[in-house]
Nanobody, 129 residues
Framework: QVQLVESGGGLVQAGDSLRLSCTASGGTFERSALAWFRQDPGKGRTFVSAISWDGSRTFYGDSVKGRFTISRDNAKNTVYLQMNSLKPEDSAVYYC??????????????????????WGQGTQVTVSS
């Protein structure tokens, strides 16, 4: 059974940093795109960042560009989200996700998967002002 487990959330002050981790088990994810999403209470889940299967390509939501960095260690089946210069509006439950879509390319460009099929339970990040 595929399982994703997030860790690293907590309560911090504005301007602080946190690093989230997500470790996968029960499956092989070295060929999977991985991503982070977040969800505020009463709101939908929003995209934060994604990383290609080999780590060569990354993608960020506009609100976190320049502050967050996604990375992965395939040997450890783990994806990370380094969050710097945190703001109160970054407060949310953060979820990691994995896609079951195998890597694909179009004219040499990596094609991001259009869905993520496996999800963790989430880790709370709270940023106080």
């Amino acid at each position: 059974q595929v399982q994703l487990v997030e860790s690293g959330g907590g309560l911090v002050q504005a301007g602080d940093s946190l690093r989230l981790s997500c470790t996968a088990s029960g499956g092989t994810f070295e060929r999977s795109a991985l991503a982070w999403f977040r969800q505020d209470p009463g709101k939908g889940r929003t995209f934060v960042s994604a990383i290609s299967w080999d780590g060569s390509r990354t993608f960020y939501g506009d609100s976190v560009k320049g502050r967050f960095t996604i990375s992965r260690d395939n040997a450890k089946n783990t994806v990370y989200l380094q969050m710097n210069s945190l703001k109160p509006e970054d407060s949310a439950v953060y979820y990691c996700a994995a896609s079951s879509t195998l890597p694909s390319y179009y004219r040499g460009d990596y094609v991001w998967p259009d869905s993520f099929d496996y999800w963790g339970q989430g880790t709370q990040v709270t940023v106080s002002s």
